[in-house]
């Protein structure tokens, strides 16, 4: 199942052993979607990996890569666009 437009706070529970949960992002600016992984219910809700043909940086106040936090920047193909 593909899923996307809402942030996801958690996974749902008691998903069925054979559904494949997905989870899509892109801002509706640069694209319908410009990242997609899968969910597990036993981690945090991913945004998942670059589509092909994007780039994604997670950049500081002052424009530095961080590892976690921070503002989305995306390039390629799409455009980009910074998001929060």
């Known amino acids: 199942m593909l899923v996307g437009g809402d942030r996801l706070q958690r996974v749902p529970g008691l ?18 979607v410009v990242t997609s992984g899968w969910l597990f219910s036993d981690n945090a809700v991913p945004h998942g990996r670059p589509i092909a043909n994007t780039r994604v940086y997670l950049l500081d106040a002052h424009g530095a890569p961080v590892p ?10 799409g455009g980009w666009r910074a998001a929060t």
């Open 15 to 32: 998903l069925p052993a054979a559904l494949k949960l997905i989870n899509n992002y892109g801002p509706t600016e640069a694209t319908v």
């Open 68 to 77: 976690f936090g921070g503002d989305l920047l995306l390039g390629g193909g």
